[in-house]
């Protein structure tokens, strides 16, 4: 019972995933092998924001900036690529402005000390902001004549090279999705056998610590949020890849739920310090799937959110209880 106990606890991802798999199964019409795979690519960008967003929990901190900054990159994203028509500069381009916009909340929380939650709350709103301003306000060549999108010059070159990759498959796996299984590897490799993964974990457990054990405290907080930033960028660059625009209103909506919600229930812990960033692709595929099954319903479209944040709650209330009821049990 104790062992089953600590395999759930540290693999509840996957049993999660499981289950939330075969709701899936029997609710939707038929399951097909190209419809789990489109799973696997409607799951690439958030997937990818919540590995950053893993990193920084893993911390103890959040960043709600997210969904914002993931609009502002493929936005700006968009007009590097009409000007320059590479793929190469777009795609450096969306990493760098990624990780500079990380940075600034990285040097808020981490060098000024000032609590992640109202600075990424303010940077949300900056971010967005930024989006939609400059959208309205820039030629209108820049943003390939629309009005209120961002729309990638279809004339260039590479646009057909570059919506190609975003649209393709390798031996039926999308493209997108084998970024995300890189990245995934990448960071379960950086978390889990690297010093400095040990050192991001320490400070999640004990910030205070981990700083009186020599880690540079504020400078890893900073790479934290800088690499979300990054990898923010990266998912910028897919979205365009994937859409050939980008709408500064709507695109990244809610990401910031969507990755919390992945790495929720993925098993990494709010307070920091406990979790496995493997959890994260399993966190991220479940809330795309709870999507699929929400649609497969024909429920209200108004009533979508109610359910994903009832099923945060409990996960949330599950990674809570949990601890404390194995404890209780032990004792008695």
Known sequence: MKKFGKIWSEYSFIFVLIVIFVVYAITSSGLTWSGVM??????????????????????????LSVGSMLALTAGFAVMVFN??????LTLLFCLAFGGVCGCINGLLVG???MPAFIVTLATMLIYRSFSQYFCQHVDRKLIGGGS????????????????GFGNGKIATIPTVGIVLIAMTVLFVYVSGWTKYGKKIYAIGSNFKAARM??????????????????????GAFLWIAMNGSSDPATTGNSYEMYAIASVVLGGISMSGGRGKML??????MSYTIVDKIIVALKMDSLINNAIKGIILILVILVQVAGPKLR???HRG
Request: aromatic letters at 8%; glycine letters at 14%; hydrophobic letters at 50%.
């Open 38 to 63: 489109n799973i696997f690519r409607h799951s690439a960008v958030i997937g990818i924001v919540a590995l950053g967003m893993g990193l920084i929990c893993l911390t103890g901190e959040i960043d």
């Open 83 to 88: 000007v320059t028509g590479s793929i190469a």
């Open 111 to 113: 060098g000024v000390e």
């Open 148 to 163: 209120s999108v961002y729309k990638m010059d279809t004339a260039k070159d590479a646009y057909q090279a570059l919506f």
């Open 213 to 234: 054990g020599g880690v540079n405290v504020s400078l890893m907080k900073i790479s934290a949020f800088t690499i979300c930033g990054i990898l923010t960028g990266l």
């Open 279 to 284: 959890g994260v692709l399993f966190g991220a």
């Open 327 to 329: 404890s209780r049990f």
